[in-house]
């Protein structure tokens, strides 16, 4: 049986493991993805402050270690899950079983002025372009503002916040900064109240001011002036907080479906346009497509560990297929999520969105034993993908 895997990210490097593991030479797996090497989300921010190279924090596919998985460096240019055709820069496939990885693209020309005024830590070249304005920044307004919601974890603007304010105490400059943290939602981590708390009073404590329900819907980059409505992108109330100035822009750029998914058909009937899956299963409404991670619909946030546990179900999934079994997993939403806080500080969110009849989560004070379990999450991932130490 042929297995095609979307995308060699969290989520599609974990499943061919699983699939290498659990089926050896009953599957062939092939592993798709357009990069030369797959780079941990947590690690932007490392290269943000310029703890830790590019090429340092790169893990490159050609390490990955699977055996019975093919890895390809290609790009997707289109799917059709009806017949499970697909078409990439290297040529077509017909899989028998074809999963869906490829994760959550940025748009951040969906912000007028953000292109060319703004700055973002989400992606690598974003991350080294924002750590050398940072090192040239000598003082005034710091905004950092999430520009829609959905984005991947989201604890992130408020660990970049934090760091970020580290690193202006560092250089001396952040008596000199007025930082401001504004999000469309209503607080940082609704399914955590405590982890919530947390935060917000982490903010106050470094003297940074936190706008929730309001959303930033442009810049205008000759004025250096955000423009903020209201969390659902209707114009405030009050007149006097519509602009506010600023001297350095970050933001968390708006997310979509990559295009290719987007032409698919594949989010068709899916929740704000993502793909729509079987929360349990990770099931397409499509005859052996499955889709998971931050493509998917599924009621859990964008995350590293939520597109992991996923892969661990739909290798259950193929496997029971291949094995003519019952699956034996039920994707139950369950993950932990770290949160910098600044000072080498790691706290612990333990979430669990599906198992019980409503979202749950507990907090743990940030502390250096889970930096230290971080690190050890990392090195676990490193050496289990790719053979790194
Ligand atoms: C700053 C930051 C901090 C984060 N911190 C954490 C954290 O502490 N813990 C955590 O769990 N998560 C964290 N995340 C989120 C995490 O990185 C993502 O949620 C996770 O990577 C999603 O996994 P995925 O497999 O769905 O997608 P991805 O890991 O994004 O993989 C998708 C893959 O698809 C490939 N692809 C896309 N389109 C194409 C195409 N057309 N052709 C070929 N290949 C394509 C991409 O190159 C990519 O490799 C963080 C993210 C950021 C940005």
New binding site residues.
Partial sequence: MDVLI????????ELAVCLSESLGDRVQVTL????DS?M???S??ELLLGRQTRAALSCPYPSFVAPGVEFRQ????SIDPRTRHVV?SGGTYDPDILVV?????YDPAATPGFVHDGHE???PDG?ERLRDALNEFSGGSLIVAVLSVPF??P??PY??AFLIHDHLVERGVRDATRMHVITPMSSPIPVSPSASEAIVAGMAARDIQYTPGRRVTELDPSAHVARLSGADGRSASSRAEESLPYDLFVGVPVHRV????QESGLTEGGDDGWVHVDRHTLATPFGGVYA?????DAPV????????AA?RVVADQIAATVLSRQPTLRYDGK?T???EFGDGLVGKVDADFLSGESAAASFVAPSLTSAAE?GE?ARTRRQRWFGLR
């Fill in positions: 979307l995308g060699a990210g969290f989520g599609g490097l798709v993805d357009r990069n797959f941990f989300g947590f932007k921010l290609e790009l997707v240019v990439t990885a490829l994760g959550a693209d830590f989400y992606s991350a991947k974890c604890p992130a660990e970049g990559p295009a290719v998914v998971l991670g931050d493509c998917a946030p964008r995350a590293g560990v939520f597109a992991e892969a993950g999520c770290y949160i971080k999450f």
